[in-house]
């Protein structure tokens, strides 16, 4: 029962550095998403994915990039990792966009920016 | 716009005590509403939903919630708290394409 997989658990980068957090679902799910969540602040939407080819900005979208080339895979982009993006990372998916449908969420990814 | 505001950061408990987790929720139309469960450092879980349907949901693990529109609120509830339950809870409205998120709430058990 694979679900939603993220891949790194964690990592530590230099400031500057650049990497790619991977996420991949295997339920079929057109919309994807990536959030970060930060002490005392929930999660907030750093990019989303309607479907394979179409991307959009969520609320915290600077310093990040992503691409949907595929359904099944939501790769987030750090281009010169900072300090401020110090969090935990979390990739969901679900059926469609539409209101009411469950997401489902990878097991998260702690990123360490020094 | 949607917004979702938990009114508790912290709540203790002792084991075998009920447990109230408060959630009031602000939407432009009729919101879907989800608590959703983290324990420490791990993923989120999926309590329970509402979806205009009944007003009472019953999630997992012995919780429910009550969506009481004329107070907007969304209310997590559990007649005897477990150990296990100690975790913090998100309180979440949905919109067309994202998820609007609380702050949170960390629920602490006491023996």
């Known amino acids: 029962n694979a679900g939603v997989t993220q891949t790194p658990k964690f990592q530590v980068l230099k400031t500057g550095q650049s990497m790619t957090l991977q996420c991949a679902q295997d339920?079929?799910?057109?919309?994807m998403s990536w959030y970060r969540q930060d002490p005392g602040m929930g999660l907030r939407l750093i990019h989303y994915?309607?479907?394979?080819?179409?991307?959009d900005q969520g609320e915290v979208p600077n310093g990040y990039n992503v691409s949907r080339s595929t359904t099944e895979d939501f790769p987030l982009r750090l281009l010169s990792a900072a300090p401020s993006q110090t969090s935990v990372y979390f990739c969901?998916?679900?059926?469609?966009?539409?209101?009411?449908?469950?997401?489902?969420f990878g097991e998260g990814s702690w990123l360490t920016v020094v | 716009a949607q917004s979702v505001t938990q009114l508790d950061s912290h709540v203790s408990v002792s084991e075998g005590t009920p447990v109230l987790l408060r959630c009031n929720y602000s939407?432009?139309?009729?919101?879907?509403l989800f608590w959703y469960v983290q324990h420490p450092n791990k993923g989120l879980q999926l309590l329970l939903k509402?979806?205009?349907?009944?007003?009472l949901v019953k999630g997992i693990n012995g919780f429910e919630a009550e969506f009481k529109k004329s107070e907007t609120s969304f209310h997590l509830t559990k007649p005897s708290a477990h150990m296990s339950d100690a975790a913090e809870y998100f309180c979440?409205?949905?919109?067309?394409?994202?998820?609007?998120f609380g702050t949170g709430t960390r629920l602490l058990v006491s023996p």
């Open positions: 939407s432009s139309y009729s919101p879907s």
């Open positions: 979440v409205v949905t919109g067309f394409q994202k998820l609007v």
């Open positions: 509402y979806t205009s349907a009944a007003t």
């Open positions: 339920m079929n799910h057109e919309y």
């Open positions: 994915s309607v479907g394979a080819g179409i991307t």
């Open positions: 969901a998916s679900s059926v469609t966009s539409g209101s009411g449908n469950t997401i489902y």
